[in-house]
């Protein structure tokens, strides 16, 4: 049966290779055609959920397997009474086997196939993308393309098949469609709303995830295209077939003893926020946005020092945080964040952020700012920072990730020599789940006695 995701533990993520080599398996052990069935079922339980009042249901189907599933739910919802139009792209000659059994089944069904896409649609009613499966890497063109953009911006609810059409599995690309009247005109092409407008809720945005999750729904353009993401691992276990990475499981809050207080779980200083007021320059936010995420992760104690000649002393927003002179922080003992808007001011502080120490963590240094964070080192053989740049900061420091950027999220990581907190055994790299925490920081709420 289609669910949500669960946000209780780890999701496993399986690239374009190896959900072929697990669908490839289940094919061999199972009985012709029954992944496709089962694709189509779940389709088509998910189609009856979203639009119940539905009187049109539009399944725009491919010329390969993603259209085969999608012909597989027309049938199903024709035979439940609803009024599913197929508008089909595919050549019966050149069909796989089970597209074309599904092909025949909806045939058998009197499902209605139409050359163009329906009219009259409305807002109660649903729209299905089956036009492209996992393995599209070209841009949709000609009757596709068009097809897509009346997908994507008609007012019928949404779903898509597996994937949205023209996204990239793997790496969360989405290709623009190749179309003179594109809503994608003028858009970026890093971002997805130039084929999702703005102005549609994205409750009317669905994608079914069908046998297996891939990384690029959750990377790049794959978050903004999917909209609520719904999954169905067809009654296939994976066996053997390792996850090329892991969603994160949401946080959740450790538990603490009565008798520790906000000394008892380490000490974080943030070094940045640059400000010149003679210069119109103010990059306090990122400081204390850092600081902030620090407290929520479960620092004990965490230091701010802010780096200009106007700098606050005191957040009444947060007054958990203690500010300082970066020169008064004793740096050796602390777990430092270097950078974070702290711009070319930061550059005179690197030496001493390096500097060895018997503090209790690693130095994350720098995260942003004018600094070469790329070009110098501890010295005296001390723990090496911890280089964390944000994508847009990643292609200037470091050469070899010049040009990937969103492009391949997965890969960035190791391109960037960036440092990851290591997972259980057997769990590969890991994919970042939205959100904060909302852990309470350290001593926050009543008084212990």
Not at 10 to 20: E, G, I, K, S, Y
Not at 414 to 442: K, L
């Amino acid at each position: 049966m289609p669910h949500l995701l669960p946000l209780d533990r780890p999701v496993p993520l399986f690239d374009l290779a190896a959900t072929r080599r697990i669908e490839a398996a289940a094919q061999a052990a199972l009985a012709p055609h029954t992944l496709m069935q089962r694709a189509g079922l779940a389709t088509a339980r998910l189609a009856l959920a979203l639009a119940p009042h539905a009187r049109t249901v539009w399944i725009a189907c491919g010329p390969g397997n993603n259209g085969g599933d999608g012909l597989e739910a027309a049938m199903h919802l024709q035979h439940w009474g609803l009024r599913p139009v197929v508008t089909w792209l595919g050549e019966e000659a050149r069909l796989p086997p089970d597209a074309r059994a599904s092909l025949q089944r909806a045939r058998d069904a009197r499902v209605r196939f139409a050359d163009q896409p329906p009219v009259e649609l409305g807002p109660d009613d649903l729209a299905i993308d089956a036009l492209l499966g996992i393995g599209a890497m070209r841009p949709p063109q000609g009757r596709m393309a068009e097809w897509l953009v009346r997908l994507r911006s008609g007012p019928a609810t949404l779903l898509a098949l597996d994937v949205p059409s023209g996204l990239d599995a793997d790496r969360g690309a989405l290709c623009l469609p190749i179309a003179p009247d594109s809503i994608a005109a003028g858009a970026g092409l890093d971002c997805a709303n130039g084929q999702f407008p703005l102005d549609l809720p994205p409750a009317a945005r669905h994608t079914l995830s069908l046998l297996t999750c891939k990384p690029g729904l959750f990377t790049a353009q794959g978050r903004d295209a999917c909209g609520t993401l719904w999954f169905d691992d067809l009654g296939v276990d994976p066996g053997e077939q390792a996850p090329v990475a892991w969603l994160n499981a949401a946080p959740q809050p450790a538990p603490r003893p009565h008798d520790s207080h906000k000394g008892s779980y380490g000490d974080v200083a943030v070094i940045g926020g640059a400000s010149d007021v003679t210069r119109g320059v103010a990059m306090t936010g990122a400081a204390l946005l850092a600081a902030s995420a620090a407290l929520h992760g479960g620092a004990g104690r965490v230091y701010v020092g802010l780096l200009g000649t106007s700098t606050p002393a005191f957040d009444p927003t947060q007054p958990e945080l203690m500010f300082r002179h970066p020169d008064a922080l004793p740096l050796a003992q602390l777990t430092v964040v270097c950078g974070c808007g702290g711009g070319e001011a930061v550059r005179a502080l690197l030496p001493a952020v390096g500097a060895p120490g018997p503090g209790p963590g690693a130095h994350a240094a720098p995260a942003g700012g004018g600094a070469p964070a790329g070009r110098w080192r501890a010295p005296g053989g001390g723990r090496p920072p911890a280089r964390r740049p944000h994508a847009g900061r990643a292609p200037g420091l470091h050469r070899r990730a010049q040009g990937l950027g969103q492009r391949d999220r997965r890969a960035r990581p190791h391109a960037q020599g960036e440092c990851h907190r290591q997972r259980p055994p057997g769990h590969a790299g890991v994919g970042r789940r939205a959100g904060r925490t909302d852990r309470p920081p350290a001593g926050s709420g009543p008084e212990r006695l």
